[in-house]
């Protein structure tokens, strides 16, 4: 489990991580979302280890992360933001001296590393030396080393960042695999791979805690939760069918797009109002190309806690 308690990081008389409080458990995948300069880098950096908090606590497996270091340590795997260090090494020999600080006995040491290379997909760079590799690989050879240990606690900055499409499915299907057995944080200004990935997600804002809820219900938090999208067939004329919908008590208010001759409905609180439109469209004998019910739009409830501060 990790456990920070009124965790606190000032640069001079900046605050950049203000009195975090939160428990993270096993099996869940915690995505921590922010505005560029939000304090998520910061809090990882003190989780790992890397940077001591100026007041409150953090604990990783019962071990403080301050005084006992070393035993925190040992249970993380931590991806920084960026590049692995020592340029000038190869993966291969990157690897290998990660398993050897990691203390990882002979007996595992093959078969962990032939592991990494596998889940990674390293095999084409491993004689490569880290600052010829392209970014996308840079940063899985940053994932490897964090994973080599198979640690309880992964903490992973920006996890697919320069990752192309693929790798980025790539990783997040990885890192679905890892979930069961492990307490997995991860930083993005991607909400979509928030969606992917998390269970959990915590919205920070100048260093304090704006949100802490699941991805489902925090987009059900959002204007689009349970608004219906209608597409008309070219011949439709979408003022007709907007007006009709816009009577509806179940439905608040209405936006158009004349361009796709597509609207939103967006609900009166508590209603849904897709069968009162279904109805009613059977009714008038509209012809829908496309009717869907919006689940909630992540982003714009990120944009409405943050203060349209996102990146
Ligand atoms: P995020 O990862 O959410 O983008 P960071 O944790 O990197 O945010 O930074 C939080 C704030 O702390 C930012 O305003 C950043 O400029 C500031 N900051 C980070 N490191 C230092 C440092 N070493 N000295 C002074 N300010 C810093």
């Not at 008389?13 to 096993?26: C, P, S």
Request: charged fraction near 25%; glycine fraction near 8%; aromatic fraction near 6%.
């Amino acid at each position: 489990m990790i456990n920070c308690k009124a965790l606190t990081k000032k640069y001079g008389n900046f605050v950049a991580v203000n009195e975090l409080t939160f428990q993270v458990q096993a099996g869940e995948v915690l995505g921590f979302l922010g505005p560029n300069g939000a304090g998520k880098t910061t809090t990882m950096r003190i989780l790992a280890g890397f940077l001591s908090p100026t007041a409150g606590k953090a604990s990783v497996c019962g071990f403080d992360v301050e005084t006992q270091s070393t035993e925190a340590k040992r249970k993380i795997g931590y991806l920084p933001e960026g590049a692995p260090s020592y340029p000038e090494m190869t993966s291969r020999s990157f690897l290998e001296f990660i398993a050897d600080s990691r203390k990882i006995s002979i007996s595992n040491r093959q078969r962990r590393l032939e592991e990494v290379h596998e889940l990674l997909q390293l095999g084409t760079v491993l004689d490569q030396k880290i600052d010829t590799l392209s970014k996308g690989f840079r940063r899985r050879v940053g994932l490897a080393q964090a994973i080599l240990h198979d640690p309880e606690v992964l903490i992973l900055d920006e996890p697919t960042d320069g990752l192309d499409p693929n790798q980025k499915h790539e990783v997040r299907r990885l890192i679905n695999r890892m979930s069961e057995r492990k307490i997995i944080i991860i930083s993005t200004h991607l909400l979509e791979e928030v969606d992917a990935v998390c269970n959990r997600a915590i919205i920070i804002s100048d260093g304090k805690i704006l949100a802490d809820d699941s991805p489902k219900n925090l987009e059900s938090k959002s204007k689009f939760h349970n608004a219906v999208s209608v597409k008309l067939l070219n011949s439709m004329n979408l003022n007709i069918v907007d007006s009709a919908i816009n009577s509806l008590p179940e439905v608040a208010s209405t936006r158009i797009d004349e361009n796709n001759n597509s609207l939103i409905a967006f609900p009166t609180k508590g209603k849904t109002p897709l069968e009162a439109i279904t109805k009613l469209g059977a009714a008038e004998g509209w012809d829908f190309s496309e009717l869907h019910v919006e689940s909630g739009r992540l982003d714009e409830v990120f944009r409405s806690i943050t203060g349209g501060t996102a990146r």
